[in-house]
Nanobody, 124 residues
Framework: QVQLVESGGGLVQAGGSLRLSCAAS????????MGWFRQAPGKEREFVGR????????YYADSVKGRFTISRDNAKNTVYLQMNSLKPEDTAVYYC?????????????????WGQGTQVTVSS
């Protein structure tokens, strides 16, 4: 069982940066692939990126590639989402998610555990 708590959201101007954190409970955090998703008002939840259990492999949606970076610190049971060059269209509730075993990591259904989300608002 893994419990996830996101933090770090807020209001930022376009072009600015934010770093989201996702703190996980449980001693087996290092065994989980971690994903970030977001959901804008009136839209479906969408994949942002993911990082493997070791932290050696990351993958991003095209919409955030080159602007967002995912990292993790297994000693602190925490995964991060560094967001730079933010745009108004990045406004959404951001969620972290965890899965231990999966053949895919790009859909909501691929993940077993979810945080409650943190709001990111980017003003123009």
């Amino acid at each position: 069982q893994v419990q996830l708590v996101e933090s770090g959201g807020g209001l930022v101007q376009a072009g600015g940066s934010l770093r989201l954190s996702c703190a996980a409970s449980g001693r087996t955090f290092s065994r989980y692939t971690m994903g970030w998703f977001r959901q804008a008002p009136g839209k479906e939840r969408e994949f942002v990126g993911r990082i493997t259990w070791s932290g050696t492999s990351t993958y991003y949606a095209d919409s955030v590639k080159g602007r967002f970076t995912i990292s993790r610190d297994n000693a602190k049971n925490t995964v991060y989402l560094q967001m730079n060059s933010l745009k108004p269209e990045d406004t959404a509730v951001y969620y972290c998610a965890a899965v231990q075993y999966s053949s895919s990591w790009y859909s909501e259904k691929d993940y077993d555990y979810w945080g409650q989300g943190t709001q990111v608002t980017v003003s123009s």
